[in-house]
């Protein structure tokens, strides 16, 4: 059967799971807006404020901060096919799902591809990392900051300071992290982060913003490529690298598209580039730490409302993520079937775990646009009654009462303040 578009209704839904969220209504007007030829001004203008902005979501003067057109995994391979070269040693330290994906990743670009593990439930201490780079002296470590798979959160601060002295590249996925975890580029020494939109930036999936240190920019511009097609033959290096192994995701070609040389590699993704750019714009307004403690306040109010209801948390709390929470599953519940009555009885989703946690947690997010009071609230609420029709005995209020009674004891951050004008949104 055909449908046109004006048929398709997709229900309304609280995704309360690790991602994706709703989307603030503000990055969906601006995705709205009327598009533009790529080489009109305006559209190099919003280019370069939607770096700028990135600059300040990111914590970093970066000149090299930019949107790969994707999704959050467009801008991980866009990352390491660009910085690795075949043959090279990389390091990929795995504590969840991710760290195997940034491993499969660098095994495809021809890497020599060390691993450490732990747990999963538990992060690396620095002293474990930095041995590990003694031993196998890789020209990259590739390390997951927050992994939604066991919702638990690297520390990265100490990691930067071992690579400078090591002289190893320092590359992180901050695609589940950025905006609702401290996350410092230029402090921390990391010199490639990538992220995605679908998370606490409270956008929708398919734009990568990514930022680039001077040191990996250097790597990358030793591999420098122009198409046949648009080089005028004296911007080619002399001795260029070994070319890097794809053409959409070769980022010495995007950063010429993006710089000042504005040499042609694709056609911009106008709308999601609107999408992309209020979402930063929101954050930078909001203020960074002021995103990063709005995450802590609801991640905990509904931390506290599980404990609430009996249940108990997953994984080494001392690093969980602010904006995302694993409880296990009580002994002889059909998880997945209570995932599904919250889905069609409250219109709430939530999720399960991956591998070995697979059927054994459930994983709840408070993130991006639903980092807020009411969502928390109507999601416990929903849960207790679930939980009691599925047989648990749980405190009748045990979880909205334990959220509100941690909301009372703690200052909610301040609102965002500040307009600016953005294509399709208010000014």
């Known amino acids: ?89 990389v390091l990929v330290p795995i504590f969840g799902r991710f760290g195997h994906l940034l491993r499969e990743i660098a095994e495809r670009c021809g890497a020599e591809v060390h691993v450490i593990e732990c747990t999963w439930g538990e992060v690396f201490r620095p ?23 066991t919702t638990l959160c690297q520390p990265l601060e100490e990691i930067g300071a071992i690579c400078r002295r090591e002289d190893v590249l320092f590359y992180t996925d901050a695609t589940a992290s950025l905006a609702g975890n401290p996350l410092n580029t230029d402090a921390w020494g990391l010199d490639a982060v990538t992220a995605g939109l679908q998370k606490c930036l409270a956008g929708p999936s398919g734009s990568s913003p990514l930022t680039l240190s001077p040191r990996a920019v250097e790597v990358i511009h030793g591999r420098r490529h122009v198409e046949a097609g648009i080089s005028s033959g004296s911007d080619r290096l002399a001795e260029p690298g070994a070319r890097i192994r794809s ?26 580039l609107y999408g992309a750019r209020e979402c930063a714009r929101l954050l930078v307004n909001e203020g960074m730490d002021n995103a990063i403690a709005r995450h802590a306040l609801h991640g905990q109010a509904m931390v506290e409302g599980l404990k609430g209801l009996g249940l108990e948390m997953f994984g080494d709390q001392a690093h969980r993520m602010n904006n995302v929470s694993a409880v296990m599953i009580p002994a002889g519940l059909d998880g997945e079937g209570l995932r599904r009555s919250m889905l069609e009885d409250f219109g709430i989703e939530i999720g399960t775990s991956f591998g070995p946690l697979h059927g054994k947690v459930w994983r709840f997010g408070v993130m991006g646009y639903n980092a807020r009071r009411d969502t928390v609230l109507t999601t416990l609420s929903a849960l207790e009654q679930t939980l009691r029709r599925g047989g648990v005995s749980v405190l009748a209020g045990g979880g909205v009462g334990a959220a509100l009674d941690f909301y009372q004891d703690y200052q909610e ?15």
């Not at 993006?258 to 106008?270: D, P």
């Open 1 to 89: 059967m055909n449908t046109t578009f004006d048929q398709i209704h997709p229900p309304q839904r609280l995704l309360m799971g690790p991602g994706p969220i709703n989307a603030d209504p503000r990055v969906l007007r601006a995705l709205s807006a009327p598009l533009i030829g790529q080489y009109d001004p305006a559209m190099t203008q919003y280019m370069n404020e939607t770096m700028q902005l990135y600059r300040e979501v990111f914590v970093t003067d970066n000149a090299a901060t930019l949107l790969i057109d994707g999704t959050s995994r467009a801008g991980i391979e866009a990352v390491l096919v660009s910085l690795i070269q075949p043959g090279e040693r």
């Open 247 to 272: 053409n959409y995701f070769d980022l010495s070609m995007i950063l010429d598209y993006w710089g000042e040389l504005r040499l042609n590699h694709h056609t911009e993704a106008t709308s999601m």
């Open 413 to 427: 951050p301040p609102a965002e303040s500040g307009t600016a004008h953005t294509p399709g949104g208010e000014s």
């Open 127 to 149: 002293e474990q990392v930095e041995a590990a780079i003694r031993e196998v002296k890789p020209q990259l470590l590739a390390l997951v900051q927050g992994d939604t798979s």
